[in-house]
């Protein structure tokens, strides 16, 4: 029986497979739980645009701090939003109960753009 915390063999292959680094900030992951660089899948395109497909080439291995804060944005727009200091990912644990990031224009601007 596998226990909650121990990780799928998916999330591990996708970890090694890119060197234990975080596709969206270069960031150096754990396989651990519990810390602001725990690995998680992420979607490159959000699960919210597929209609419901799943494909494994969707998934990527990320850090749970650029995971959370990326949200329902492709990877593009949210390299695009960091680089321009429009959305600041916080280095937060999953545990802290913080925000995961400080979005600085609103969605209904986003949208816009």
């Known amino acids: 029986m596998k226990r909650s915390y121990e990780r799928t063999p998916a999330v591990v292959r996708l970890y090694h497979k890119q060197r234990g680094r975080c596709y969206l900030c270069g960031t150096q992951m754990q396989l651990k739980y519990g810390s602001a660089n725990s690995v998680t899948i992420e979607h490159v395109t959000p699960k919210s645009l597929l209609a419901g497909e799943?494909?494994?080439?969707?998934h990527r291995a990320a850090c749970y701090s650029?995971?959370?804060a990326?949200?329902?944005l492709t990877a593009s727009e949210y390299r695009r939003?960091?680089?321009v200091g429009e959305l600041i990912p916080q280095r937060t644990s999953p545990y802290s109960g913080k925000p995961a990031a400080l979005l600085k224009i609103s969605q209904t601007e986003h949208k816009a753009n």
């Open 54 to 58: 799943q494909a494994a080439n969707n």
């Open 66 to 68: 650029c995971n959370q």
């Open 70 to 72: 990326k949200g329902s």
């Open 81 to 83: 939003l960091v680089a």
